[in-house]
């Protein structure tokens, strides 16, 4: 069983930098694509960015494109969340997730495997 796991969450003060990180368990992890999700209390899980198994193809919504960079290392299994100036309204729990056929995919129902999620506060 393939289980993702996230960190890098926690306090962190608004204009920090962030870097969240998703890796799993298993030789496959780097064959998926790999998306991060968010949800703040009281809202629905929002899309924040994906990358495919060719790390090259990335995609953001246009709300966030200018503020959230994925990456992957692959000799490491890891992929990378970053933004270097938080604020106030990132604030949720960011989800990473997975699919096994390692096509980007922007909305949640396409994924296979989910982690537990990484909760990030940010104080102003």
């Known amino acids: 069983q393939v289980h993702l796991i996230e960190s890098g969450g926690g306090l962190k003060q608004a204009g920090e930098y962030l870097r969240l990180s998703c890796t799993a368990s298993?030789?496959?992890?780097?064959?998926?694509?790999i998306g991060w999700f968010r949800q703040a209390p009281g809202k629905e899980r929002e899309f924040v960015a994906t990358?495919?198994?060719?790390?090259?193809?990335?995609y953001y919504p246009d709300s966030l494109k200018d503020r959230f960079t994925i990456s992957r290392d692959n000799a490491k299994n890891m992929v990378y969340l970053e933004t270097t100036t938080v604020k106030p309204e990132d604030a949720a729990v960011y989800y990473c997730?997975?699919?096994?056929?390692?096509?980007?995919?922007?909305?949640?129902?396409?994924?296979?495997?989910w982690g537990q999620g990484t909760q990030v506060t940010v104080s102003s």
């Open positions: 298993g030789s496959k992890f780097n064959d998926y694509a």
């Open positions: 990358i495919g198994r060719n790390p090259d193809i990335t």
């Open positions: 997730a997975a699919r096994i056929d390692g096509v980007t995919w922007r909305v949640e129902a396409g994924y296979d495997l």
